[in-house]
T-cell receptor, first 116, second 110 residues
Framework: DTAVSQTPKYLVTQMGNDKSIKCEQNLGHDTMYWYKQDSKKFLKIMFSYNNKELIINETVPNRFSPKSPDKAHLNLHINSLELGDSAVYFC???????????????FGPGTRLTVT | RKEVEQDPGPFNVPEGATVAFNCTYSNSASQSFFWYRQDCRKEPKLLMSVYSSGNEDGRFTAQLNRASQYISLLIRDSKLSDSATYLCVVNLDSNYQLIWGAGTKLIIKP
């Protein structure tokens, strides 16, 4: 009954490879996010989708491409992986607008990506 | 100036002490405010939302001062399990994006 789940939890891969991370939420939320947390622990927003529509697209290399097949899923595909992509990637979700808790975000356990 | 600023810490505090975290934000249009905690190698978890009138949840008290653009979190009777990084988070209420502080690391010592 996990609220926000991500797979895989750990991902070790070589430079130049293409990989995907999957995220699913069963909270009925309308909005989902991808964050990157690097070794300095700063949490940086990458993308956000609301009801399958891209609403936040921060300055991220175009090697990163999100995809939301439905509002419960948000996947992240990364092409041509680089050493600097090594980080923890967190998926999060938040309720739809108009509720008192619209902007509270609930996080998945993270995917620890190591590029060698 | 950073949008959300916190003391980086770490705060080393004996068990049972009271701890205060401070946070300032730069955008006066900010509407929603939160404290999250993040344990080592875990995801951030919502600790509490911060309301204009201030709010309390057990040993935790959050305060908001809009005039000074300042948010605080007070932990009373600190426990070993309170050791974590505490993140101050702000939303402009005009979009879905949360602005995150860099976090303050708290270490509670027995």
């Amino acid at each position: 009954d996990t609220a926000v789940s991500q797979t895989p939890k750990y991902l070790v891969t070589q430079m130049g490879n293409d990989k995907s991370i999957k995220c699913e939420q069963n909270l009925g939320h309308d909005t989902m996010y991808w964050y990157k947390q690097d070794s300095k622990k700063f949490l940086k927003i990458m993308f956000s989708y609301n009801n399958k529509e891209l609403i936040i697209n921060e300055t991220v290399p175009n090697r990163f491409s999100p995809k939301s097949p439905d509002k419960a899923h948000l996947n992240l595909h990364i092409n041509s992986l680089e050493l600097g992509d090594s980080a923890v990637y967190f998926c999060a979700s938040s309720p739809h607008r108009g509720t008192g808790a619209s902007y509270e975000q609930y996080f998945g356990p993270g995917t620890r990506l190591t590029v060698t | 100036r950073k949008e959300v600023e916190q003391d980086p810490g770490p705060f080393n505090v004996p068990e049972g002490a009271t701890v205060a975290f401070n946070c300032t934000y730069s955008n006066s249009a900010s509407q929603s405010f939160f404290w999250y905690r993040q344990d080592c190698r875990k995801e951030p978890k919502l600790l509490m939302s911060v309301y204009s009138s201030g709010n309390e949840d057990g040993r935790f008290t959050a305060q908001l001062n809009r005039a000074s653009q300042y948010i605080s979190l007070l932990i009373r009777d600190s426990k070993l399990s309170d050791s974590a990084t505490y993140l101050c988070v702000v939303n402009l209420d005009s979009n879905y994006q949360l602005i995150w502080g860099a976090g303050t690391k708290l270490i509670i010592k027995p």
